[in-house]
Structure formats: structure tokens, C-alpha cells
């Protein structure tokens, strides 16, 4: 079975190229088998609806990649996402914690 990864933007981020080059390369490091989608996020109707809480957002099998994303309940096109990871800031997910949460995603399918 197939992992589901998805890349949510919008038109205005300045991280989505970077994060879209840590996701392949992360992808490319882990070999597993994945669905990939890009979407594009134009409207606070579409930010509702798929739960988007800033931009670039990576979900595998609807889940963020990053773990402190689990509470926010603020949904919206305004706001560009930080990241922290390894205690450093960035402006997209950091090829480490994708792969972090590739691999969880990929033992918890193991072991279904």
C-alpha cells in the first residue's frame, strides 16, 4: 500500500520551491512507495475545507509532518508556516523531518 504524501501551498510562499526539494529528496532517501500530490490553496473556503494551517504544509496520510501542527485550529491563507526542528528555524520542513515522518508512517503501515 501506497502512502499518501501532499505538498499544500500557496501562490504568494517563499518556502514552497525549498520544501518541494526536501520532499523529493527525502522521498528519493526513504524508496518507499507513495501517491504525491501538489495542491494549490487559493481561498479561505479551500484553507477550511482541507484544514491548512499556513504555507508549505506536507501531510503523509493526512497527518503533518510536524508533530506541533496537531492542535492548531486556525485555518487560513495568511500565514507563512515556521518550522523547528533540531533547534534551528525554518521557512519549509527540513528534509530530516519528512523523513522522520515518513518512516514513522511507514512502520505504523507495517504494522497494520
Known amino acids: 500500500m501506497k502512502l499518501n504524501v501532499q505538498l499544500l501551498h500557496t501562490l504568494v510562499c517563499h518556502g514552497y520551491q525549498k520544501a518541494m526539494g526536501e520532499l523529493e529528496m527525502a522521498l528519493e532517501e526513504a524508496g518507499l512507495p507513495v501517491r504525491f500530490e501538489v495542491i494549490l490553496v487559493d ?10 494551517i499556513g504555507s508549505p504544509t506536507i501531510r503523509i496520510n493526512d497527518v503533518d509532518t510536524d508533530s506541533e501542527a496537531a492542535g492548531v485550529e486556525k485555518f487560513g491563507l495568511d500565514s507563512c508556516r515556521p518550522y523547528f526542528w533540531k533547534d534551528r528555524f525554518y521557512d519549509y520542513p527540513p528534509k530530516d523531518m519528512i523523513l522522520s515522518a515518513l518512516k514513522k508512517h511507514s512502520v505504523t503501515r507495517a504494522g497494520s
Not at 481561498?43 to 491548512?52: D, G, L, M, P, V
Open 43 to 52: 481561498s479561505q473556503a479551500a484553507a477550511e475545507k482541507c484544514r491548512f
